[in-house]
């Protein structure tokens, strides 16, 4: 073309009018930037770990297809023309097709994230209530109504807890199966025995290895202290089953096959597990009281011993070793740690029976 090429000197950027500047054009404007972020961030934090099952790069990938879908509604309701695509969504006011089935989709995706944030909203409340708790597992579970042991404080909290894991499990679109042995934990806590093996028992059948044997353990020591020995031998042997290094639960083992008059096969059981962790204060006594029943009293001697030098000088370990020694039958043992609990101070915060 003619005259396309100029050489010469010009005027400096400076000096150009603005008139003449070309203008910028933005996908979105500066309020639709700050309520894309916004919903990011709130989509985000809605669908993050809901259920226990959405990780932090779905939740990313969810959050922005969220906010896109946000703002797309929002230019779809004010605009007269729109279109995504090869998809023609608005023309001349009106919605097409594709717009409603757009319309749709983004409703729905939208709802769920809302629905998700409610849910993950009771979830962290319920955590944090579950975060809060300070009476030992231990302690809780030396006999079958650990109530006594919360203060009003306490059992607020626990009640609190159990109403928010509550309002999410009634609207949940699927099971948390981590929020379930929480829930039943505060079941357990305020008294409701019978209600907190039937949540640990359905929170095992969504969970795996360690979370599993862990739920069936607590299910099955609960049941040792409700006299459903059975019951809590098959419990606990799952919950072997997913994990053979589950000391605790030998132990708990170990209980109710002694309450089914099977005391070979405890004091195997029991054995097994000191061979494991020598440390373990309530096996080895548990043993001791095993042998001075059947007149081994060196053995018996021998094992107390080793308990004494793992027990800790606290009333309250103390007394949960002579509630759980007492209702084994082993009265001489449970009475002397019994005594050694209220020698140490427990006062008026221990329960006064025997």
Not at 21 to 39: F, H, N
Not at 262 to 281: F, G, I, P, S, Y
Request: aromatic residues 10%; charged residues 25%.
């Amino acid at each position: 073309p003619n005259d396309a090429l100029y050489f010469g000197f010009g005027k400096p950027p400076i000096l150009v009018p603005k008139s003449n500047a070309i203008k910028r054009s933005y996908s979105l404007t500066w309020p639709e930037e700050v309520v894309g972020a916004l919903v990011f961030l709130g989509s985000l934090l809605a669908v993050r770990g809901v259920y226990a099952l959405v990780p932090f790069l779905m939740a990313l990938g969810c959050a922005a297809v969220t906010t896109f879908l946000t703002l797309k509604m929002w230019r779809l309701i004010r605009a007269r023309e729109l279109s995504f695509y090869r998809f023609n969504l608005k023309s001349a006011g009106k919605l097409r097709k594709a717009g409603w089935a757009f319309a749709i989709f983004a409703c729905c995706w939208i709802g769920l994230n809302a629905h998700s944030g409610w849910i993950r909203y009771h979830e962290v409340l319920g955590n944090f209530a579950f975060q809060k708790i300070q009476v030992p597992d231990e302690l809780a579970l030396a006999q079958v109504n650990p109530a006594r042991w919360l203060n009003s404080t306490q059992r607020e909290n626990i009640l609190e807890g159990k109403k928010h894991y509550d309002a999410a499990s009634r609207v949940a679109l699927f099971v948390n199966s981590e929020a379930l042995p929480k829930l039943a934990w505060f079941e357990y806590l305020l008294g409701n025995a019978e209600q907190s093996i039937q949540l640990l028992g359905q929170a095992a059948s969504y969970q795996k290895d360690e979370s599993k044997a862990l739920s069936l353990y607590y299910r099955g020591a609960i049941l040792n202290r409700l006299g459903r020995h059975e019951e809590a031998r098959s419990s606990l042997d799952q919950a072997l089953a997913e994990r053979d290094d589950l000391i605790l639960a030998r132990q708990e083992k170990g209980e109710s096959l002694w309450q089914l008059g099977r005391r070979d096969e405890a004091v195997a059981v029991w054995t097994d597990a000191v061979r494991r962790n020598a440390r373990l204060a309530l096996v080895n006594n548990e043993l001791a009281g095993a042998a001075r029943s059947l007149g081994k009293l060196e053995e018996a001697s021998a094992h107390e011993k080793q308990a004494d030098q793992f027990t800790p000088n606290d009333p309250f370990y103390q007394w949960m070793l002579g509630r759980r020694l007492q209702a084994l039958g082993m009265s001489e043992l449970a009475e002397k740690h019994l005594r050694q609990a209220e020698q140490l101070g427990a006062g008026d915060g221990m329960p006064n029976e025997r």
